[in-house]
């Protein structure tokens, strides 16, 4: 018998049950949203049917169970269209948002390169992007990575000079996954159609978090993850604008044409039932969730400034995700700073790279010198965090960085000088 969640719309009851707080204050504050999200408990209920009672394989519909679980799959890929505002037809199922861009962007140039061989993309994509292009380089492409400002941000004028006639993608993405800044993707999308070269946008970070009209933007292909917007790890999606000449992706799976041939394999319908109800919570919520974790995002800026002098935000301060927070700590070191507060889950970097030692390659790009971007976290909020987990959060930050800097002699002079 398989045991099902009852259903509540109310967000503390989620909140405890997702993030186990019915034994108290005592479990840590999950603050690392950017990371990863905890799957809703709505989604989970969505998906257990297909584990043990409905677990046809949906390419097998020559029965019932096959013709269920396809049928589940087709459900899923309309809820995920409705919220891209694009035709079910047009979303590939994947494992993830890093094999959507390998797939937009390695089989997209395969596809044209008898047109081209010049690829264009920025130096503070995900490494799923940026690696992708250094594979590509070593196939004989050539990619220009244009720079950002000190804000984050691209210049679009550079950008369109850096078209050539053998340009055939341009990929940037959506919000960075780091410092939370928003392109402007509807005018890299006007670029791009401008001059006939196809546009692949990794929204993986704004999907669920702001609106995001495929028609509207311009954009070709599109990355997303079932596992940043709580739905299950493992599950993605690419978007593959139909109709656009060219804009035909070579597979990088081959094995029984699954997916209109783009991706084979043997569909998780599990996990696909999963991003589906995602992405339909996610439409539902989205303009007052906002609101709500801006709020939040807001209240705890404030209340570090109000007990930490020295502190910066990165990013640009408007365009940015409401959710999302990267804070340099002058004086301290971001990882001594987690260690310091065991109580609070930040990351000192993205989830991809924060296992090295080497400062944030995209706050060295904007400029930032290194022994600030050692001194940077990033708290990202979600869904199911409330105000007292703010207020706990807030005040660990606090004693931690406090503790660091009486450790600190630098710290100890900017004081004596004012």
């Keep these: 018998m398989i045991r099902k969640f009852e259903t509540k719309t109310n967000n503390e009851v989620a909140h405890s049950r997702v993030m186990g707080n019915g034994q108290g204050s005592s479990r840590a504050v999950y603050l690392d949203n950017a990371a990863t999200t905890a799957v809703d408990p709505t989604v989970l209920e969505a998906m ?10 949906a390419a097998s519909i020559g029965h019932d169970f096959g013709c269920q679980a396809q049928q589940a799959v087709q459900n899923a890929r309309g809820q995920v ?13 994947t494992s993830g948002a890093t094999e959507s861009n390998n797939l937009a962007i390695k089989g997209s140039v395969e596809k044209l390169r008898e047109k081209g061989n010049h690829i264009i993309t920025g130096v503070i994509e995900h490494k799923a992007v940026l690696d992708s292009c250094k594979y590509l380089e070593t196939r004989g492409f050539e990619v220009t990575y244009l720079p950002v400002d000190s804000l984050g941000m691209l210049d679009l004028a550079q950008l369109e ?3 050539t006639e053998k340009t055939l993608l341009i990929s940037i993405m959506a919000a960075n996954n780091e410092i939370g800044t928003i392109n402007p993707i509807a005018e890299i999308g006007a670029i791009a159609n401008r001059h006939k070269v196809l546009f692949h946008c990794d929204a993986t970070q704004a999907v669920g978090k702001i609106p995001i009209d495929v028609q509207e933007c311009g954009i070709d292909l599109l990355s997303l993850s079932g596992h940043k917007i709580y739905g299950p790890k493992g599950i993605g999606a690419l978007f593959i604008r139909r109709g656009r000449p060219g804009n035909r992706p070579v597979p990088q799976m081959h094995g029984g044409g699954h997916e209109n ?17 995602a992405c339909e919570l996610c439409g539902e919520k989205m303009t007052g969730e906002s609101e709500r974790i801006g709020k939040l995002s807001q209240k705890l800026l404030r209340l570090l400034r109000e007990n930490i002098d020295h502190i910066k935000i990165n990013g640009h301060p408007e365009n940015r995700l409401g959710s999302l927070l990267n804070i340099t700590f002058e004086f301290v070191e971001g990882e001594g700073v987690m260690l310091a507060m065991p109580d609070v889950a930040v990351s000192s970097g993205s989830a991809c790279t924060s296992a090295t030692l080497e400062p944030s390659y995209v706050l ?3 400029g930032i010198p290194d022994e600030l971007a050692h001194g940077s976290l990033r708290f990202s909020l979600g869904r199911f965090n409330t105000e007292e ?30």
Excluded: H
């Design 389 to 418: 987990e703010i207020d706990r959060a807030a005040q660990s930050v606090v004693r931690a960085v406090k503790k660091m800097r009486d450790l600190s002699p630098l710290y100890e002079e900017a004081v004596k000088s004012g």
């Design 81 to 93: 269209a409705a919220l891209l505002n694009v035709d079910p037809r047009e979303i590939i199922f």
């Design 261 to 277: 041939g783009y991706r084979s394999g043997t569909l998780n319908v599990p996990a696909i039932v999963g991003l589906g109800r």
């Design 48 to 57: 257990l049917p297909y584990f043990c009672e409905q677990f046809g394989n």
């Design 364 to 366: 060295r790009a904007m």
């Design 161 to 163: 000079e850096s078209i």
